[in-house]
């Protein structure tokens, strides 16, 4: 192994990196900010975001740079609320929109920092953000041509509608997602791949979508981690989870029909009616009045909390009320809430479909296979039933959930893989990184055996891009 000389200096793009908002936008300032503790980091970003960097203690001109692209950005927005039908907000539509317009978000970057990069002040640049692997890169060939290396990644999204659900993806409005398969032909495209010396996948589907040739170059690290300071990785010394207590299952995220709230609902009531299970779900959303209804419907009321969305900063309190979180998502292209609760030790039901199986190794949750909705509700029921009467397991799966946190995705963690690739783009390592695929699972280290995952057998087993 080759030693580092200095600090490494990275330019970063992370255009929607914000540190008040959620989703994609947390997602980047968390990496961003990871990473440049452990580098000479300078970070770029839209100039939207330029007062909540500043507020959270970012020297402007110092640790980052507002680049104004506001109007075209706002262009992007403006016409997918227009072409998006009434009652919701089409995110496929502005996706593809968004894509139209970053080019010049990057063009205004390369007048800004061009000279800057010709003169060697950076080691590298590093697009964090967007997160979608169908947005080129306008400077990439040009970086490619001045010799300064490109990181690209971690992209995540693609995950298909899985079969069975047409009547969801109708719902969803995802027409527009339809079209996402002509990029595959965009020369903009490939030519930004091309250029890239390190491209991270955050996912397997991704991950396939790199042209085979491509794939020395690429390395999987999902792009979701948890923030040891809104939920520290304290052990769980106690399980409340007993057979004579009911067993407390909830659920965090945006209630929409893809979430397959409803499918948990349909399976735990008549174990909620028993007074054997317990319901927390957390979030808000169009489905929400809907959810309320079938919880009436069902005769469940007194056994399901739906009081809306909780602040993240009281997330964690709130989910150490539980035994188990249920993610029945499925189109799922993160997962960041199946990390929280293994952070919290607290075991995760997931569908096998998306990033979320991705992130349970086994024994530290529980995979169900992607089969029809009647089939998950019976299968969900089957487990749920299991666990109220034997507790026990839930508490060393929580262990083990916890630990495979800890290891691979604080966002301390993350940062140090990140600077790993970034030591080996610039040859102070000689072999690339691999930490798996997915991270962390055992005898998993590259893609020709992918399809060898123990949870991922059809069968109950422990275990915003576009």
Request: glycine fraction near 8%.
């Given at each position: 192994?080759?030693?580092?000389?200095?600090?490494?200096?990275?330019?970063?793009?992370?255009?929607?990196?914000?540190?008040?908002?959620?989703?994609?936008?947390?997602?980047?300032?968390?990496?961003?900010?990871?990473?440049?503790?452990?580098?000479?980091?300078?970070?770029?970003?839209?100039?939207?975001?330029?007062?909540?960097?500043?507020?959270?203690?970012?020297?402007?001109?110092?640790?980052?740079?507002?680049?104004?692209?506001?109007?075209?950005?706002?262009?992007?927005?403006?016409?997918?609320?227009?072409?998006?039908?009434?009652?919701?907000?089409?995110?496929?539509?502005?996706?593809?929109?968004?894509?139209?317009?970053?080019?010049?978000?990057?063009?205004?970057?390369?007048?800004?920092?061009?000279?800057?990069?010709?003169?060697?002040?950076?080691?590298?640049?590093?697009?964090?953000?967007?997160?979608?692997?169908?947005?080129?890169?306008?400077?990439?060939?040009?970086?490619?041509?001045?010799?300064?290396?490109?990181?690209?990644?971690?992209?995540?999204?693609?995950?298909?509608?899985?079969?069975?659900?047409?009547?969801?993806?109708?719902?969803?409005?995802?027409?527009?997602?339809?079209?996402?398969?002509?990029?595959?032909?965009?020369?903009?495209?490939?030519?930004?791949?091309?250029?890239?010396?390190?491209?991270?996948?955050?996912?397997?589907?991704?991950?396939?979508?790199?042209?085979?040739?491509?794939?020395?170059?690429?390395?999987?690290?999902?792009?979701?981690?948890?923030?040891?300071?809104?939920?520290?990785?304290?052990?769980?010394?106690?399980?409340?989870?007993?057979?004579?207590?009911?067993?407390?299952?909830?659920?965090?995220?945006?209630?929409?029909?893809?979430?397959?709230?409803?499918?948990?609902?349909?399976?735990?009531?008549?174990?909620?009616?028993?007074?054997?299970?317990?319901?927390?779900?957390?979030?808000?959303?169009?489905?929400?009045?809907?959810?309320?209804?079938?919880?009436?419907?069902?005769?469940?009321?007194?056994?399901?909390?739906?009081d809306g969305f909780v602040p993240h900063a009281q997330l964690g309190a709130r989910l150490r009320?539980?035994?188990?979180?249920?993610?029945?998502?499925?189109?799922?292209?993160?997962?960041?809430?199946?990390?929280?609760?293994?952070?919290?030790?607290?075991?995760?039901?997931?569908?096998?479909?998306?990033?979320?199986?991705?992130?349970?190794?086994?024994?530290?949750?529980?995979?169900?296979?992607?089969?029809?909705?009647?089939?998950?509700?019976?299968?969900?029921?089957?487990?749920?039933?299991?666990?109220?009467?034997?507790?026990?397991?839930?508490?060393?799966?929580?262990?083990?959930?916890?630990?495979?946190?800890?290891?691979?995705?604080?966002?301390?963690?993350?940062?140090?893989?990140?600077?790993?690739?970034?030591?080996?783009?610039?040859?102070?390592?000689?072999?690339?990184?691999?930490?798996?695929?997915?991270?962390?699972?055992?005898?998993?280290?590259?893609?020709?055996?992918?399809?060898?995952?123990?949870?991922?057998?059809?069968?109950?087993?422990?275990?915003?891009?576009?």
């Amino acid at each position: 192994m080759i030693s580092s000389p200095r600090r490494i200096r990275p330019l970063i793009i992370a255009e929607s990196a914000n540190p008040t908002l959620t989703s994609a936008a947390l997602v980047g300032w968390s990496c961003a900010k990871a990473i440049a503790a452990q580098t000479d980091a300078h970070i770029v970003t839209e100039w939207r975001n330029r007062d909540d960097f500043i507020r959270a203690g970012m020297v402007e001109g110092t640790d980052f740079t507002a680049i104004n692209n506001r109007r075209l950005q706002h262009l992007s927005w403006s016409l997918a609320t227009k072409f998006s039908r009434k009652g919701g907000f089409n995110w496929s539509l502005y996706a593809l929109f968004s894509n139209l317009v970053y080019p010049f978000f990057e063009r205004k970057l390369w007048q800004a920092f061009g000279p800057r990069l010709r003169a060697g002040e950076f080691d590298l640049v590093h697009r964090l953000l967007p997160l979608s692997p169908t947005t080129s890169s306008w400077i990439a060939p040009r970086l490619k041509k001045i010799g300064v290396p490109f990181v690209l990644g971690p992209l995540n999204g693609g995950v298909p509608w899985p079969q069975g659900f047409n009547d969801l993806r109708q719902q969803e409005r995802d027409g527009a997602g339809r079209l996402r398969a002509f990029y595959r032909f965009s020369p903009e495209l490939k030519q930004t791949r091309e250029s890239a010396h390190a491209i991270l996948t955050a996912s397997r589907t991704t991950l396939h979508e790199i042209p085979a040739h491509l794939r020395s170059r690429c390395i999987f690290i999902p792009e979701n981690a948890v923030d040891l300071e809104k939920i520290p990785l304290t052990p769980r010394t106690t399980t409340s989870a007993d057979s004579a207590k009911p067993l407390r299952v909830s659920f965090v995220g945006r209630l929409v029909a893809l979430k397959g709230v409803d499918m948990l609902i349909e399976a735990a009531a008549p174990l909620v009616r028993s007074d054997a299970v317990h319901l927390d779900i957390i979030g808000e959303g169009p489905e929400r009045e809907r959810l309320q209804v079938l919880v009436q419907k069902k005769g469940i009321t007194g056994g399901v909390r739906m009081d809306g969305f909780v602040p993240h900063a009281q997330l964690g309190a709130r989910l150490r009320e539980s035994d188990l979180f249920v993610f029945p998502s499925i189109r799922e292209f993160g997962g960041g809430a199946v990390l929280e609760a293994m952070a919290l030790g607290i075991p995760s039901i997931v569908l096998d479909h998306g990033s979320p199986p991705e992130l349970v190794p086994s024994g530290a949750g529980y995979v169900l296979p992607m089969t029809t909705r009647e089939d998950i509700v019976t299968r969900l029921r089957q487990l749920l039933t299991e666990l109220r009467e034997d507790p026990a397991q839930l508490h060393s799966a929580g262990e083990l959930a916890q630990a495979h946190v800890r290891k691979f995705y604080s966002w301390e963690a993350k940062a140090v893989q990140i600077h790993e690739v970034y030591r080996w783009v610039l040859g102070h390592r000689a072999s690339k990184p691999d930490w798996g695929t997915p991270m962390g699972f055992a005898s998993q280290t590259d893609d020709s055996d992918m399809s060898m995952q123990p949870q991922h057998q059809p069968m109950l087993i422990p275990s915003h891009g576009f």
